[in-house]
């Protein structure tokens, strides 16, 4: 708004404009909308305004309200204090070319979805004026952004969260915490739909020739398809690049067909490149290829073999590549093999020739190398000049190792990687040539500081191997914006040269945890969490009128009793400090690099038990308003008219019960992890976002059933009305669904016909799937029909005060002689199949010497980690393939005995160990005396016997 001119809210300047927010733990204490655990918070941004792109309404003094219509046309509509400030207003917006126009919630335009006031951001589509109202139309969902008001904008930011760890509680029984199975899910990119432009072909080092037609190739993301791009051949120079020609295309066609120009006046020592250039919301973007050669003499690239820092020993083969171009086929060329060193020339240890079109030669490096010649690189040069003037005709290859005297290459690790403060983290190197496999290295954490020294943060020694590797548990560090990185030091003296090695950086994350509801030294709930209790004395009597049916349900004494509660329902999470790594150089206001990553957690853990204990029924009576059948008879009796009359009275009557009792357990842990990495350049912007989900099934266990009987009739009546009375004959036609459905489910029949009562065999059998009958299922069904409660009945009606005393009365005669007959069975079968599972989980048992006391006995806090632990070590399993359940009291609390439930893997690899298998492992483990089964720190203490009985073993 500052930078906005307050009478027709177009930018005043394009000059720099800054905000800054510093709040520090202290603000927190004071600001209650800020949350209790950040530590720290520094954003300082730095923006300019797009000169022409945006109409800010906040600015505009004159302005004195804004409606929004989303429905049906785009339009806002904006009433001025006068007609002459509309008037003004309306002619400079003409005339500006802004194409958005934005403005705060407070101007009240609501989010169609949330009704909640919304900000104002739309594209326009043109003004129009009447008195002291502008109407602006907009376009229909246009994908706008408020970064379209700025011509650039920059942020730097450092976001630091304190910890939040909940102190455990006293040792509890509750179930401990349960294992997960990884489930990988795709890896995502581009979240924030930043446009990326990435240059294929060339790849950087090819040869081409004046008139050849060159196929330049490109990738590309959320760029419109339509966009017209430009491609232009540049040559490189001293100061400023030359453009040579261009061709334009379509974005989408991916490649593209560019002729170097015949007459194209060429070197043969100038690279040359092409430049990807298209426009997209005002603003220009470019990308470059990498660099090639279009020589007119003989020339030679040197290839890709060998690599950069290969490792060679004495008597290896390398192999040699290069391109070439411009030589008579018999041409010979020269190689050196050399030795960098630094102050003094280089040193040549060989000299051989190839024939310069071959490209390709295999050189054998001499057995005889002396040791001393390790202390740098080593290259191949190619020598093709024709005389002392000749230029650029001297081309070296890639740089490597012939390893000669001791030396070590750290393999771990990873370039870019994340750990956290007190992570245990395993290095690995290689390494050749020392004299014995325990000679010491001494390894070094830094800190990268840019211009600084790098600093000293840990230091530890470990012996020299083969293929070596040293774990160590890292440092708590402090907030970096910079990477980390291991020196390995080998040096036998103060003066040894050529005898330490960097590892890749990495980072350090100063991490905040926090949980809900979770014992951190139990891996457990701290308490479990009552989600839901009905009973008939806890609802009634009651005033809420949607309850009240439940309460005629518990006074005809019906029982109603549910509830459910978590038994081990706790949340972890974890996520890093917002870090960035920022490169500066020369005088310039922009950063040169920007990279941000994010790491993050959670995980989350629900057990729950339902137990259930009730009847619900649900009755009902239609009647339909009688119809008459033929003319009443009026018929005088005295001083009072008696009526004779014959009707049709037609009823519907239904009746829907439903019960359940038993208790039924289950579960399931979630562990989230996202990783977001964040790298902009100039002129480029791309971003990375990871994740993966970890999922735990846990075994659902219990013993619970229910029936729902739906029962519908219809009954007519044919009514004889005769003044005092009325006599009727009725009957009801039903049709009866009886169902039942039970946990653990019913047994798969033999054949794919069930019949509800054998002795009343069903003309129809249908069941859901077909095959439903043929595997175990969860629900048994039949249906039946028939008539029933035929009766007759007399009713007396109010007449005079004579017969009053009649008033209510009903007689009734109910017969089975007349028209009831059934019930007849209808249709039966099976539904919901449970669909069969090859590698279901299977619960075990173990039994353990001795009582564990929860109360008294300390091993206990740990038993249920200690005893996955052993398993998973014993069976050579993944721990999150072990589902610890409960304990329970053997032989009158002299032995204990564990509930375990072995889980099936989630993982693609066919080397692991099915469930049946496991459970045949743990057999054979149980009978082996020298098993690591009675090796661990528990399950030394199994009773082979007792556990055997109690698994049912043979």
């Known amino acids: 708004m500052k930078a906005s001119h307050s009478i027709v809210g177009l930018p005043l300047h394009s000059d720099v404009i800054r905000y800054t927010i510093d709040i520090s733990n202290s603000d927190v204490v004071r600001e209650k909308g ?179 037609t060159v196929t330049v190739s490109w990738s590309y993301s959320n760029i419109d398809d339509t966009t017209k791009l430009k491609i232009t051949l540049y040559r490189k120079q001293l100061l400023v690049d030359a453009s040579i020609s261009t061709i334009t295309t379509q974005i989408n066609t991916v490649q593209s067909s560019f002729v170097i120009p015949a007459n194209l006046a060429t070197s043969p020592y100038d690279q040359y490149y092409f430049q990807f250039g298209f426009s997209s919301l005002l603003i220009s973007h470019q990308n470059t290829s990498a660099t090639f050669y279009i020589p007119t003499q003989p020339s030679i690239i040197p290839g890709t073999t060998p690599a950069l820092n290969n490792v060679f020993y004495p008597g290896d083969i390398v192999p040699l590549s290069w391109q070439s171009v411009k030589f008579p086929a018999a041409s010979q060329v020269t190689v050196y093999f050399k030795r960098a060193r630094p102050i003094i020339p280089d040193v040549t240890l060989a000299t051989f020739t190839v024939l310069a079109i071959a490209n390709s030669y295999n050189y054998t490096i001499q057995s005889t190398l002396d040791n001393a010649a390790n202390d740098k690189y080593y290259y191949f040069e190619f020598n093709y000049c024709t005389s002392l003037f000749s230029l650029n005709c001297i081309k070296t290859t890639n740089n490597f190792f012939v390893i000669t005297r001791p030396h070590v290459i750290p393999t771990f690790p990873l370039a870019g990687a994340s750990f956290s403060p007190s992570q245990s983290v395993t290095l690995t190197w290689t390494s050749a040539n020392f004299v014995g496999i325990n000679n010491v290295l001494t390894i070094t954490l830094r800190h990268y500081n840019y211009l600084l020294p790098d600093s000293d943060t840990d230091t530890f020694t470990c012996t020299v191997q083969s293929s070596g590797s040293c774990s160590r548990t890292l440092p708590a560090t402090g907030i970096s914006l910079a990477g980390y990185y291991f020196e390995f030091n080998w040096c036998q003296h103060w003066y040894s040269t050529g005898c330490t090695a960097h590892s890749n950086k990495f980072t350090i994350s100063a991490h905040a945890v926090g949980s809900w509801n979770y014992d951190a030294q139990h891996g457990q709930a701290l308490a479990p969490k009552a989600l839901h209790f009905s009973s008939c004395p806890s609802l009634c009597p009651t005033r809420n009128i949607a309850l009240a049916y439940l309460c005629n349900i518990c006074a005809n004494r019906l029982l109603l009793e549910m509830q459910v509660n978590c038994t081990n329902c706790w949340a972890t999470f974890d996520y890093s400090l917002v870090e960035m790594d920022i490169l500066h150089t020369g005088n310039s206001t922009s950063l040169d690099k920007i990279a941000v990553r994010m790491n993050s957690s959670v995980s989350v853990n629900l057990d729950f038990i339902l137990r259930a204990n009730f009847q619900l029924g649900i009755l009902g009576l239609y009647d339909i308003t009688p119809i008459p059948i033929g003319p009443s008879i009026m018929i005088p009796l005295g001083f009072t008219t008696i009526t004779l009359g014959f009707f049709f009275a037609p009823s519907i009557l239904w009746n829907i019960t439903v019960d359940g009792i038993g208790n039924l357990t289950a579960g399931i842990n979630y562990q989230w992890q996202s990783n977001l990495a964040f790298v902009s350049t100039p002129g480029n912007t791309s971003y990375q976002y990871e994740h993966s989900l970890s999922r735990n099934m846990h075994p659902t266990q219990g013993n619970i059933q229910g029936d729902l009987d739906v029962d519908l009739a219809f009954r007519p009546a044919i009514e004889f009305s005769i003044g005092l009375f009325v006599i009727a004959l009725g009957t009801e036609g039903y049709i009866a669904f009886e169902s039942a459905w039970r946990y653990p489910p019913f047994s798969a029949l033999s054949t794919t016909t069930f019949d509800w009562d054998p002795r009343e065999i069903a003309p129809f059998h249908l069941s859901f799937p077909t095959n439903a009958c043929l595997t175990t299922h969860y629900i048994q069904y039949h249906t039946n029909y028939g008539i029933r409660n035929t009766d007759i009945s007399i009713t007396f009606d109010i007449l005079d005060a004579r017969v009053k005393a009649f008033t209510g009365l009903e007689l009734s005669l109910k017969t089975q002689s007349f028209f009831d007959i059934g019930p007849y069975e209808l249709t039966s079968g099976c539904m919901y199949p449970v669909y069969p599972n090859t590698n279901p989980s299977q619960t075990i048992y173990l039994v353990l010497n001795r009582q564990f006391n929860s109360i008294n006995d300390t091993n206990n806090r740990y038993l249920s980690s200690v005893v996955v632990t052993d398993l998973a070590n014993a069976l050579n399993i993944s721990q999150i393939r072990i589902y610890y359940n409960s304990t329970f009291s053997v032989q009158q609390n002299q032995m204990t005995g564990i509930m375990i439930a072995l889980l099936p893997s989630n993982s693609v690899s066919t080397s692991e160990p099915t469930v049946a298998i496991t459970v045949k492992l743990f057999q054979d483990e149980i009978k082996k005396l020298n098993s690591l089964l009675y090796s661990g720190i528990v399950t030394k203490l199994v009773n082979p016997l007792q556990t055997n009985i109690m698994n049912h073993f043979n």
Request: charge should be neutral.
């Open 34 to 212: 800020i949350a209790s655990n950040l530590r720290q918070l520094k954003l300082n941004a730095d923006a300019r305004l797009h000169p022409t792109a945006c109409i800010a309404l906040d600015s505009i003094r004159n302005l004195e309200s804004v409606q929004c219509a989303y429905e049906g046309q785009q339009l806002l509509l904006l009433t001025f204090d006068s007609e002459a400030n509309a008037n003004l207003i309306f002619n400079k917006w003409n005339i500006s070319g802004a194409e958005y126009v934005n403005g705060g919630p407070e101007w009240g335009c609501l989010n169609l979805t949330t009704q909640q006031p919304a900000v104002i951001f739309e594209r326009i589509s043109n003004f129009r004026l009447k008195d002291k109202y502008i109407f602006i139309e907009t376009f229909k969902h246009a994908s706008n952004s408020p970064f379209l008001c700025f011509a650039n904008i920059s942020m730097h930011l450092v976001l630091e969260h304190g910890s939040m760890i909940t102190s455990p509680p006293p040792p509890s029984s509750h179930s401990p915490s349960k294992r997960q199975v990884e489930v990988p899910t795709p890896r995502s990119t581009c979240i924030f739909c930043s446009w990326s432009l990435r240059p294929l072909n060339p790849s950087g080092g090819q040869l081409f020739l004046p008139g050849q």
